[in-house]
């Protein structure tokens, strides 16, 4: 595993062959099977407890691990830890929630002196890909829910950030998971649609792009319960009314946060056309104070794209959004290998690139 930022080896994980997944496909199929052996709701709590504490004493460590692969800031990476911690004590609260309730009965003569009611049980093996730009969180959200309800779960984390998954799937045992409830598996795309589709699986949680995730929907086994959580380009919309001064923080943090690379993104603002001259020209003072580089230094606010690959590509389609006459304000240029400068283009065209697909780069685009 390597450093998003400049190639340094940042760790090494064990590659998991397609054999090897239908094993861990296998594995935790047994496990739910065994219903005997299933782990009890005030254990689930426990366990769950536990790893919390353990990640609470490891802030530190796990926001550089987090940071070293995935290339997000240390201080958004340190956040990013923090709300995992966050996410587990929501999931301890939900179990005490898993309840069923009371069906009407006595309303019919076939249903008098009768008593009916529903209970929840876990639905089976869930399988959880995951994607690259917030590792740890991402596995935490997709692993442990799974456990809290008592469902097996294997998760196979991007390839680019495997570190942090497993990480979370290590930490789960030494709260006290045993083994074979939660595992990580890094493979590639065979073994990744091996996971997806088998019909040992009962759900599968998918994070990632809009023509993987649909794929691998049309292909799951008859039954599988499916979540895809995909990315977008949902605009930003600025009245005359809007306090400017308030939003500039937002929507620069928005736009540039993790260079962009967040599903949520603030990609496209529409403002209104008496204040869109303020708005642009102080959104580009903005980008252009941003520190940009290491991910790991504490200063750095814009890190690494993933990989060079995407620098190449956001060049390319802000070179385009130019050439359909974008006004390029700030930025526009590549500063390294993995480092874009954040970028403010204004009024780019309806069908540049920029405007029409999700740019998971540091590009903020403003329209008037």
């Known amino acids: 595993v390597t450093s998003p930022f400049d190639g340094r080896v940042v760790g090494s994980v064990p590659f998991t062959t397609v054999e090897q997944v239908q094993q861990a496909i296998d594995t935790a199929h047994e496990r739910f099977l065994d219903v005997d052996n299933w782990i009890p709701k005030y254990k689930r709590v426990e366990i769950l407890e536990n790893l919390m504490k353990i990640m609470s004493s490891q802030v ?18 340190k956040v990013e830890i923090q709300r995992a911690i966050n996410g587990i004590k929501i999931a301890i609260e939900q179990i005490g929630l898993q309840e069923g309730h009371e069906i009407a009965m006595g309303h019919t003569l076939s249903s008098a002196n009768r008593m009916a009611y529903t209970m929840k049980e876990p639905i089976g093996v869930v399988a959880a890909i995951s994607a690259f730009n917030h590792p740890f969180n991402l596995a935490v959200h997709q692993v442990i829910p799974a456990i809290a309800v008592g469902c097996s779960v294997v998760i196979k984390p991007a390839t680019q950030t495997p570190m942090s998954a497993i990480r ?14 939660a595992q990580a598996v890094v493979c590639d795309r065979q073994g990744g649609e091996l996971l997806a589709t088998s019909p040992k699986v009962n759900a599968l949680t998918f994070i990632g792009s809009g023509a993987v995730g649909w794929y691998l929907n049309s292909k799951v086994a008859p039954g599988t319960r499916v979540a895809l959580e995909h990315g977008g380009v949902a605009p930003v919309i600025v009245e005359a009314d809007a306090n400017i001064d308030e939003l500039i923080p937002s929507i620069g943090k928005g736009g540039f946060y993790h260079a962009g690379q967040v599903c949520v993104s603030v990609q496209r603002v529409f403002v209104h056309e008496s204040i869109v001259d303020e708005v642009a020209s102080k959104l580009a003072t903005y980008a252009s104070k941003l520190v940009v580089g290491d991910q790991l230094d504490p200063k750095t606010e814009v890190g690494p794209l993933i990989n060079h690959n995407e620098v190449n590509r956001v060049e390319e389609w802000v070179n385009e959004a130019v050439t359909k006459g974008g006004k390029i304000l700030v930025g526009g240029k590549r500063i390294s290998d993995s480092c874009y400068e954040p970028t403010v283009i204004l009024n780019p065209a309806d069908d540049a690139l920029v405007s029409t697909k999700e740019v998971f780069g540091p590009v903020v685009c403003i329209y008037s």
């Open 168 to 181: 979370v799937v290590e930490i789960l045992e030494e709260a006290g998971l045993p083994k074979g409830w």
């Open 60 to 77: 530190e460590e796990l926001t550089i691990l987090c940071a070293s692969e995935g290339g997000k800031p240390y201080i958004d990476s």
